[in-house]
C-alpha cells in the first residue's frame, strides 16, 4: 500500500483520538526507521520510548522466534513457563517483592491504584500525585495525571485524587490528611517536560511516606529499562519505594506493563483481587527477557552513561552556536531541550522532514530519548541535522 492508500483506511476507519503525523513506517532495525517511501529516518524517539533497545532488537527477535515455535498464550489460571522468570528478572534489578503483569501503563497504573486503596482498607483512600505529571488515559489514571488538558469532557472523574507541584515538599506535606494513602510521582517527569525530582525530595517524600503509614509509588513507565543509565530511574535517589509501575521498553516493542510490590505490602492484593487476561503471556515475556539479556550482554546501562554525556555535551556546544537553546536537562538518554520560542513543534517537524525523529512536548521542549543501544556516529548526525533545523529559527 503506499501512503495515500493507507491514509484512507485510517480516515474511514480508525476512530480521530490522535494528532497524527503525514508519515506512515513500515521497517524498522536498530536506530533506523523506513517509510512507505523507502525514506529512511534516524529515531531519536523510538516508539515514545518503547522501542528503548532500538527496533527489532536480535536478542528480541531471537527470543520471540523461539517462542513463536512453541505457545503464543497461555491463560492466567494455568503457569506458562516465562512469566515467573520475568518477574524474578525484575525483582532481581529492583526490591524483594512481587509483579503483576498488565499490557500497558496505564493498567500498571490501575493496578497501583487499586493496590494503594486495597492498602488504605476503604478508611483512607486519598492518592497524591504532581502537576504536569502523566498517568494514563485510563478514567482513574487521567484523574491521577496532573493535567488538565487530559480530563475534558470526561466527567464525573473518580474521587481521591489531589495535585501538588513537583520538587515542592512542602506543598506534598500540606496536602496529606487522614484520608491520604499513597503518592505516584514519575522521578523523572517525561510528557510533563523532562523534570527532575530532587534526591532530598525524594528522600523526605519517602520519610513521610514512612511515617504516616502512606504507599510511595514510583511510575517508571517511561523512565524504566536503562533510559536515565540505571535499570530503574528511582536507584538515582538513594530510595526504595513501596511499588513501581514499569511499560513502554520493558517489552522490546511488544505491550506489557508491570505492577512491582515490595515484600512488605505483596499480600495486600490477594487471589480474586486483579487480573488481566493477556498478562505476562509467554510471547510478551519472551520479548522482555530478550530486553534484559540485550541490556546486561551488551553494557547497555555503560552505554547510556557515556553517550548521555556525548549527547548533553553535544548540546551545549550547539546552544554556544543557537541562542534559542535554553535549558538541557534530564538524565542518561532522557533529555530535554527547552527552546526558547513559544511553540516548537514545528522543529520536531522539520527534523522529520530531514530525517530525524524527536518528539515536542510541553509546547518548546524537544524531547530526545535516543534508543540505549546508540553511539557516536548516530549521535552526531542527528546533532547535525537538528542544528541545521535550528539556523532557520
Ligand atoms: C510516565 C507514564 N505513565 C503512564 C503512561 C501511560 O502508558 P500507556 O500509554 O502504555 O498506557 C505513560 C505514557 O506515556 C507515561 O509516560
Not at 493507507?6 to 483520538?17: F, G, R
Not at 527477535?61 to 512469566?83: D, G, K, M, P, T
Not at 466527567?155 to 485524587?161: C, I, M
Not at 517511561?222 to 528511582?234: D, I, K, N, P, S
Request: with cysteine; net charge negative.
Amino acid at each position: 500500500m503506499n501512503f495515500e492508500e493507507v491514509k484512507k483506511t485510517y480516515n474511514d476507519y480508525v476512530l480521530p483520538t490522535y494528532t497524527r503525523t503525514d508519515l506512515c513506517l513500515v521497517k524498522g532495525e536498530g536506530v533506523w526507521v523506513w517509510d512507505t517511501n523507502g525514506k529512511k529516518y534516524l529515531d531519536f524517539f523510538p516508539g515514545w520510548a518503547v522501542s528503548g533497545i532500538g527496533h527489532r532488537h536480535p536478542k528480541v527477535v531471537a527470543r520471540l522466534e523461539e517462542q513463536l515455535a512453541r505457545i503464543l498464550h497461555v491463560s492466567n489460571n494455568f503457569y506458562n513457563e516465562l512469566q515467573g522468570t520475568l518477574a524474578g528478572k525484575i525483582i532481581e534489578y529492583s526490591f524483594p517483592g512481587k509483579v503483576f503483569f498488565s499490557n500497558s501503563g496505564a493498567e500498571a497504573n490501575e493496578g497501583a491504584i487499586k493496590l494503594a486503596r486495597s492498602y488504605g482498607k476503604g478508611k483512607r483512600y486519598e492518592i497524591i500525585t504532581m502537576e504536569n505529571s502523566f498517568h494514563g488515559r485510563t478514567l482513574a489514571t487521567l484523574t491521577a495525571t496532573g493535567q488538565d488538558k487530559v480530563k475534558v469532557g470526561f466527567s464525573p472523574l473518580p474521587e481521591g485524587f489531589k495535585h501538588v507541584p513537583f520538587n515542592d515538599i512542602g506543598a506534598f506535606s500540606d496536602a496529606v490528611t487522614e484520608k491520604t494513602v499513597a503518592v505516584i510521582l514519575e522521578p523523572i517527569q517525561g510528557e510533563g517536560g523532562i523534570n527532575t525530582a530532587d534526591v532530598k525530595y525524594m528522600k523526605d517524600m519517602k520519610k513521610i511516606c514512612e511515617e504516616k503509614d502512606m504507599l510511595f509509588i514510583v511510575d517508571e513507565v517511561q523512565t524504566c529499562m536503562g533510559r536515565t543509565g540505571e535499570m530503574f530511574a528511582y536507584k538515582h535517589f538513594g530510595v526504595s519505594p513501596d511499588a513501581m509501575t514499569l511499560a513502554k521498553s520493558l517489552g522490546g516493542g511488544l505491550p506489557i506493563g508491570a505492577l512491582v510490590v515490595s515484600e512488605k505490602i505483596k499480600d495486600v492484593l490477594g487471589p480474586g483481587s486483579h487480573a488481566s487476561t493477556f498478562g505476562g503471556s509467554p510471547i510478551v515475556s519472551a520479548a522482555s527477557l530478550g530486553v534484559f539479556s540485550a541490556i546486561e550482554e551488551e553494557n547497555l546501562l555503560e552505554n547510556v552513561a557515556r553517550m548521555g554525556d556525548y549527547l548533553v555535551s553535544s548540546l551545549l556546544k550547539m546552544k554556544e552556536k543557537h541562542s534559542v537553546i535554553g535549558e538541557i536537562k534530564g538524565k542518561g538518554l532522557m533529555i530535554g531541550v527547552e527552546l526558547n520560542i513559544d511553540d516548537a513543534s514545528g522543529i520536531a517537524e522539520e527534523c522529520m522532514k530531514d530525517g530525524l525523529l524527536i518528539n515536542c512536548t510541553q509546547k518548546n521542549i524537544l524531547r530526545i530519548m535516543p534508543p540505549i543501544t546508540v553511539n557516536k556516529t548516530d549521535i552526531d548526525l542527528a546533532m547535525e541535522k537538528l542544528s541545521k533545523v535550528l539556523e532557520k529559527v
